[in-house]
């Protein structure tokens, strides 16, 4: 299996990763087509539906967050070759898994089969609690009744399902994907993850593990697939980490200290990184000069990383994100493996 990367997509990154404003349609074209040109396998953008309340608090307008399925079938016209992940599709955000099924199916069409799912609970339970100010649910369980769903959708002729939160009879949902297998990956650090990645989806996708705590789960995760009886080889282990090359590593870590990346990393010690308390993001995430990026890229290539999904890129404008993309293309991918 050759080592895949790609770039974390700006779909919902405004007051998150990168200023307000960020994100033009202009921009996403931009960026996606520029992808296309570096080389990278996909773009994976992100699922928000309201604003963060530290977002709220740092910047007077809100941001723009697009809905992923959408700008992927927009982007599907400006691009030929380049994938579309979603990086993560929040399922406990979106009631209605036969539409979700529905909208995935169209863009998969739509775009000649470049789709990837990505799924999970999201960084924020606020947003959910906003969508859902009444709901009592365990948004895992909900994400994983959820793929179950999905999956019988797109390979049964006529599906039902009784589920605890999905429910649905004798739909027949057609056409299916076009894709005769569309690839669907847990996203999350839980190790309940691990469990659902084991026993039904095609890859893994945490975010900003460090190195060892990365090697041993993936080799937790080895254990559970051959116990599922599923070939652990054909699973993308594809974790998402931050990319900011410098000249030398000080001043790598030091620009990177300046961007909104940063920032958003620190926020998310209170939820997705609340384990990582001790530890410099910096010195987890592929930050520094090039041979401190491939050195630490190639000790992920070698802890069981199969695909380096959404690099996502610390710039604080699109000419340094493109600037960055085009830098680790070529200084730094030719080094891997």
Known sequence: MSLLYSVGFPTGMEGLTYPIPFSDPETLVEIAQYSEKLGYHSIWGNDHMTTQHYVRAEFPVPPRFWEPLVTYAFLAAHTTTLRFGTG?????????????????????????????????????????????????????????????????????????????????????????????????????????????????????????????????MVQELKGMTEAAGRDFSKLQIAPQYVVHLGKDQESAVARYQQSQMFKHFESLRKSTLKGQAGTKSEDINLVGSVQTVVDRANAFREAGVTHFLGLFFAANSVAELKDQMQMFAEEVRPKIG
């Open 88 to 216: 993560v599709l929040v399922l406990p955000m979106r009631r209605d898994i036969v539409v979700t099924a529905k909208q995935i199916a169209t863009l998969d069409h739509l775009s000649n089969g470049r789709v990837e799912i990505g799924v999970g609970v999201g960084a924020y339970r606020e947003e959910f609690e906003a969508l859902n100010p009444d709901g009592q649910v365990h948004r895992g369980d909900m994400v994983e009744e959820g793929v179950k769903a999905l999956q019988l959708l797109f390979s049964e002729r006529s599906a039902s399902f009784d589920g605890k939160y999905y429910k649905f009879k004798d739909v027949e949902l057609y056409p299916k994907t076009k894709q005769a297998h569309l690839p669907i990956y847990f996203g999350g650090n839980n190790p309940n993850h691990l469990r659902r990645t084991a026993e039904s989806a095609d890859g893994w996708v945490p975010a900003g593990l460090p190195l060892e705590t990365l090697r041993r």
